[in-house]
């Protein structure tokens, strides 16, 4: 029993972030070698913890991720994928428009978030709380410069992840039943950014 509790605390700490496959994405404050089964600690991010080995693969120089193969628990695999999906996958018919627009909204915390890109079906937040997938939001935004008005609009989240270049979360929201004014100022804005 010793043995098995100081065998954890020397277990090197990690943080998933995702799973795609059978590859695991995480980030450790440590530099490991890539080719080597560690043990580690592996750390979910509401917080639970789980003993594990892992063969790390490889790190990405931008992401500063790791990307490694569960070895043991190898059951757990099947649980991650639905704990940690891939956080861009981008299943949007029309294009995005990276354009950093103030959202209002009193769900948010502070009242307010940033987007990361716009299209017509729904974007992107960069958001300090964390959002659940399914959370209704009424969110307000200027895109219509002829108007003192913002346009209101509903959003329901259907994604949120860390961001992990600014510490905070990126919220991808579905549009929820447009009217043609919002369906017509959201377009016209889009539009218009693509000729600037």
Not at 111 to 117: E, K, L, V, Y
Not at 142 to 151: G, K, R
Not at 175 to 192: E, G, H, P
């Amino acid at each position: 029993m010793l043995r098995e509790l100081l065998g954890s605390l020397r277990a090197t700490p990690i943080d998933l972030v995702f799973c795609a496959g059978e590859l695991v994405h995480f980030k450790c404050a440590s530099s490991l070698s890539q080719g080597k089964v560690r043990k580690v600690r592996a750390r979910l991010p509401e917080g639970q913890m789980f003993g594990a080995k892992i063969e790390v693969l490889t790190q990405d120089p931008k992401t500063l991720l790791y990307k490694g193969r569960l070895i043991e628990p190898i059951e757990a695999v099947a649980h991650l994928r639905g704990l940690l999906p891939l956080p861009f996958e981008d299943r949007r018919v029309s294009p995005r428009i990276e354009r950093i627009v103030r959202v209002l909204s009193p769900q948010l915390e502070g009242f307010s978030a940033m987007t990361r890109d716009i299209s017509m079906q729904g974007l992107c937040l960069v958001a300090g709380q964390v959002i659940s997938v399914g959370t209704k939001l009424q969110v307000e935004m200027d895109l219509d410069a002829s108007s003192p008005h913002p346009v209101r609009f509903d959003l329901e989240t259907r994604w949120s992840a860390p961001d992990l270049l600014t510490g905070k979360n990126l919220v991808g929201g579905l549009f929820l039943m447009m009217n043609q004014r919002q369906r017509s100022v959201l377009k016209n804005y889009l539009a218009s950014t693509l000729i600037q």
